[in-house]
């Protein structure tokens, strides 16, 4: 798949999963913006539960790269803890993180891609459709994003912008077979594939997305979960 020509912004570029979508953007030959929430490398910096900070964000990457044609919002959190005892604070410091940004980056870009269209897609979740114990605010924030990206996908389409979602299943990252030995032999033995995710893959489903391959589809949310949403669960 060649996106040469395209250029990127990748949020939360310095996760697993957003470093996977560089990864697989760049080998498109895609010019890619990575952001971070924390000053690293080339990639640039900011807080995305800040609105002003998204926009100057979007602002930054189309000067860098004279244009913005697509936008992967990965930024994100996924802390652990019960609904007793959770307090608003809490629950607001996942809302802002992972939906706010989302909100914010895409009312940016696309202002940014009005006149020539483009692609948008969030990294959401299973999640955001199967609740897990300790990630109310986490699921609650991930069917949020989805519904974000039909309800964007309606509004922007006439201007030939299409935004989609990508939910990743359980994706590999080190230490977690040591950290969570049960929950990865779970996960093996329940998903028809038999393995895990990496960050690529969900990095080439969100190439997919970007590219003139995808160009009919918006408003999609892009299960990428090694087939476990195919088990039933009675």
Same mark, same amino acid.
């Given at each position: 798949m060649d996106?040469s020509?395209t250029?990127?912004?990748?949020?939360?570029?310095?996760?697993?999963?957003?470093?996977?979508?560089?990864?697989?953007?760049? /080998? *498109?030959?895609?010019?890619?913006?990575?952001? @971070?929430?924390?000053?690293? +490398?080339? #990639?640039?910096?900011?807080?995305? %539960?800040?609105?002003?900070?998204?926009?100057?964000?979007?602002?930054?990457?189309?000067?860098?790269?004279?244009?913005?044609?697509?936008?992967?919002?990965?930024?994100?959190?996924?802390?652990?803890?019960?609904?007793?005892?959770?307090?608003?604070?809490?629950?607001?410091?996942?809302v802002?993180?992972?939906?706010?940004?989302?909100?914010?980056?895409?009312?940016?870009?696309?202002?940014?891609?009005?006149?020539?269209?483009?692609?948008?897609?969030?990294?959401?979740?299973?999640?955001?459709?199967?609740?897990?114990?300790?990630h109310?605010?986490?699921?609650?924030?991930? /069917? *949020?994003?989805?519904?974000?990206?039909?309800? @964007?996908?309606?509004e922007? +389409?006439? #201007?030939?912008?299409?935004?989609? %979602?990508?939910?990743?299943?359980?994706?590999?990252?080190?230490g977690?077979?040591?950290?969570?030995?049960?929950?990865?032999?779970?996960?093996?033995?329940?998903?028809?594939?038999?393995?895990?995710?990496?960050?690529?893959?969900?990095?080439?489903?969100?190439?997919?997305?970007a590219?003139?391959?995808?160009?009919?589809i918006?408003?999609?949310?892009?299960?990428?979960?090694?087939?476990?949403?195919?088990?039933?669960?009675?």
């Amino acid at each position: 798949m060649d996106l040469s020509g395209t250029t990127v912004l990748v949020t939360g570029a310095s996760g697993g999963i957003g470093a996977g979508a560089v990864r697989r953007f760049a /080998a *498109a030959g895609a010019t890619v913006v990575g952001h @971070a929430h924390r000053a690293e +490398g080339d #990639f640039l910096r900011a807080d995305l %539960t800040d609105e002003s900070a998204c926009h100057d964000l979007v602002a930054e990457a189309v000067r860098r790269t004279g244009g913005l044609d697509a936008v992967v919002n990965c930024a994100g959190v996924q802390p652990d803890q019960d609904l007793d005892g959770m307090t608003v604070a809490d629950w607001r410091a996942v809302v802002d993180t992972n939906v706010v940004s989302a909100f914010a980056v895409t009312q940016a870009a696309a202002r940014v891609m009005r006149g020539t269209g483009g692609s948008i897609t969030h990294i959401a979740s299973i999640q955001g459709t199967q609740p897990a114990a300790g990630h109310a605010h986490y699921c609650a924030s991930k /069917a *949020a994003v989805i519904m974000h990206a039909r309800s @964007a996908a309606l509004e922007y +389409g006439r #201007f030939g912008i299409r935004v989609n %979602t990508v939910s990743p299943g359980l994706v590999d990252r080190p230490g977690l077979a040591d950290a969570w030995p049960e929950g990865v032999a779970r996960w093996q033995a329940a998903a028809p594939l038999g393995r895990l995710g990496t960050p690529e893959d969900v990095g080439d489903a969100c190439v997919f997305l970007a590219s003139p391959f995808a160009r009919w589809i918006t408003g999609h949310d892009l299960v990428v979960d090694g087939g476990v949403g195919a088990r039933p669960t009675w």
